[in-house]
């Protein structure tokens, strides 16, 4: 079979597929829309159903876009290594519409949604690190680039902090900083909801006996941390990343997470100060609900722009080889889905961890040990030193006797002479 047969047939599954997936778009939009109207317009409708509609039409704008970056990357799947996690971190755009457009509509089960939505934030910084880390593994001898530079200065504003060692070591320690934060993330979310059954968790409630205020700390330095680690990886890798452009990839995904967490503690001191004034309108919600709805609803307006940034910032164009072995497109969605990388990852910073904590409790105990021997050894050579001067101090003694006994010995023979000769 010719090249351009191939190539034909390629271009053919790949129209098709285009297709498919642009009528069962339409129509589920066709379906869709009639609902939303008819909700819109019933005469009890309530605020989060307003604000229900319009983010809907942001999300019905975003999806398109979203699709078409995703279907060309699985189009063109000639990197897997790098266009796996690509494929992740593009997840994100309808992962949080969808999450935050059902939990407008159904506001008593918004902590569910977002518990998905924040789970995956910190799963996509693991994605981008990988992203990073396998490009260049792919093109350098990275631990020997990183030891021949040399020890890189801490970013600012951690500048404080002391430098890291350069080499394996500095990649183990920024990956396990963004892997904290998948664990950190997934047990705050946890937690979270147990509160929230136990009646102790009310989002956007800043009060010392609120979970809430103190989940939220945990996660903001949890993810300064990740964002940290990322921030330092690429000053010490950006001369090595500059053929794909990683300064837009990092804006873009650093601001995702950290504008999202930080926009919900921004609403939520904003409703607590009382800048936005109570209103007819939500008389019927509750605060959490008021700063869930008005997080979510932003979300769902911004997810638009991001979606547009993404098509291009991580775009399938580096990607086009026709020469290259093309994979299954089912086989490039399985590999998106499979986690199990995550899994030997966090083994592997495990694994890590109770090593090094092994060689320090060796180090600690052979130290004691060394100290206990040297006190034994101080201790054995007083007491030798003090048996050697009393041994001394009895011969001394015995030697005086000896003499002494002698003197009196040769006295009363002296006396005994002088008393015969008289």
Known sequence: MSMDCIKQRRSDWRFWLKVILTILYVLVIAALIPIMIWRLVRRDVKAHITAWFIAGIFVMLTLPIFLTGLVQHLTNYT??????????????????????????????????????????????????????????RAEYDLEKELVDQGRVKQPKPWCCIPVWPAGRVFIQRCKFGVLQYVVIRCLVTLTALITQWCGAYHKGRIKYDDAFVYLSIITAISQATAIHSLLYFYKATKHMLKPIKPLTKFVCVKAIVFFAIWQSIVISLILKIKVIKDSPVWKHYSIDNVQTGIQDMLI????????????????????????????????????????????????EQVYIIQTSAMSKLHKITSAKSRSHDEENSDKETVQDETQNNENMSLLQSSIDKDQAVTTNTYASFVNTEQSGQR
């Not at 994100?92 to 519409?97: G, I, K, L, Q």
């Not at 307006?301 to 994979?327: C, D, G, R, T, W």
């Open 300 to 347: 769902c307006i911004e997810m638009l722009v991001i979606a547009i940034v993404h098509y291009y910032v991580f775009s399938h164009k580096p990607y086009v080889n026709p020469e290259a072995a093309q994979v299954p497109c089912l086989t490039s969605c399985l590999k998106m889905l499979d986690v199990r990388d995550v899994g030997t990852d966090m083994r």
């Open 79 to 136: 990197r897997p290594d790098l266009q796996r996690h690509i494929i992740r971190i593009l997840w994100m755009v309808p992962v949080y519409s969808l999450d935050s457009w059902l939990a407008l509509l159904f506001p008593q089960y918004a902590i569910y949604f977002d518990t998905v939505r924040e789970w995956y934030e910190a799963y996509v910084l693991y994605n981008f690190l990988m992203y990073l880390l396998n490009y260049l």
